[in-house]
């Protein structure tokens, strides 16, 4: 039921998101175009991944066709990845709109946004053909349990017979690019963001930079911290395999519900957006009784 219960608030926490910024033009700018692609990346990657989740911890089912695994496999790593980078993407943008405010215009338009994120698919998708691709010329003879959640990549090539070098590459440039890259990038950003703050002379401007900072911030937190504190846990050998399972996939599952609730809540932008929508649907519906 937990699960269920995610997935729900995930699917309107995050269409009311799309559907916000889809209806106020004040927020058709690049900041958003992000966002939304954010609000798209994580109700797919939920729905990539809950209803197995369900049909593996509800319904006690522990079977998965082949050419279902990595289609699995594909889904579940394409729309996390894409998570990650873009929270990179935003890290950008802020980055830009704090260090270069007067040529934030210039330099960041909704098309270079949309090229952005565009791009970011692609690679994403490329990459991700060649890790199934790798996957597919793998023989299982040992077993066939996958000690994961879902088809996870490592946990699946790990199980091979034969070489299984080039999987062990291709897993290792994603945790680069798709970890410990976005990580690094985000914390270089804000140190630039910190030293352009120190720069303004009133503390009221800097409060007022550092706020459009915050929701940012707190989607990092919560994306990062619970896989950085399950892996080093598990590299340590002070977690158990299936309390790393669970702690794992809660980490997985749970951003995707809390991002659109913190957008809404700490992002004045989008507050005004839906208060704009309420009184407007008001009018109308006070024009309609008369």
Known sequence: MFFCFVYVVTVLGNCFIMFIIYMDNSLHTPKYVAVFNLAVVDLCGNTALIPKLIDTFV????????EACLANMFFVHFFSFNQSLTLVVLAYDRFVAICFPLNYNIIITNTVMLVIVTVVWILTVILLIIAIVLITRLSFCKTTVINSYFCDHG??????CNDNSSNNFIA????????????VVIALSYMFIIFALLKIASKDGRLKAMKTCTSHLILVAVFYLPICATYLAAFTGTIHPNARIINTSLATVIPPMLNPIIYTLKTEEIMEAIKKLFKRNQILSHTRHR
């Open 59 to 66: 319904f006690n089912s522990q079977y998965i066709r082949y």
């Open 155 to 160: 946990p699946v090539y790990r199980m091979a």
């Open 172 to 183: 290792i440039l994603c945790t680069v690019l798709y970890f410990i890259a976005p990580l």
